[in-house]
């Protein structure tokens, strides 16, 4: 049973920082992209960043420059350091991967920013 556990969520105030972790457990024999992923209150789910297993990194329009997506291969973790927030980054935020050809979603943290 593979699972993904999320932690660091909270909140800030705008302008702040908040760092998350994605940590995967389980029988795993290969690990490829990881992602972050959120989903504000009446809006679809939108990809935030990803890093694949090489370490190249993609990122929404609206965090680049803000966010840095990272991963330690060691720890099966994916990193999300959040700087300069903005109420508008207020949302569920999950995890992703692929793990041994399979997707796999985190349960979810919430982040909130206020103004």
């Known amino acids: 049973q593979v699972q993904l556990v999320e932690s660091g969520g909270g909140l800030v105030q705008a302008g702040g920082s908040l760092r998350l972790s994605c940590a995967a457990s389980?029988?795993?024999?290969?690990?490829?992209?990881m992602g972050w992923y959120r989903q504000a209150p009446g809006k679809q789910r939108e990809m935030v960043a990803l890093?694949?297993?090489?370490?190249?990194?993609n990122y929404a329009d609206s965090v680049k420059g803000r966010f840095t997506i990272s991963r330690d291969i060691a720890k099966n973790t994916v990193y999300l350091q959040m700087n300069s927030l903005r109420p508008e980054d207020t949302a569920v935020y999950f995890c992703?991967?692929?793990?041994?050809?399979?997707?796999?979603w985190g349960q979810g943290t919430q982040v909130t920013v206020s103004s």
């Open positions: 389980g029988s795993i024999f290969r690990i490829d992209t």
């Open positions: 992703n991967a692929l793990i041994n050809l399979k997707d796999y």
């Open positions: 890093i694949s297993s090489g370490g190249n990194t």
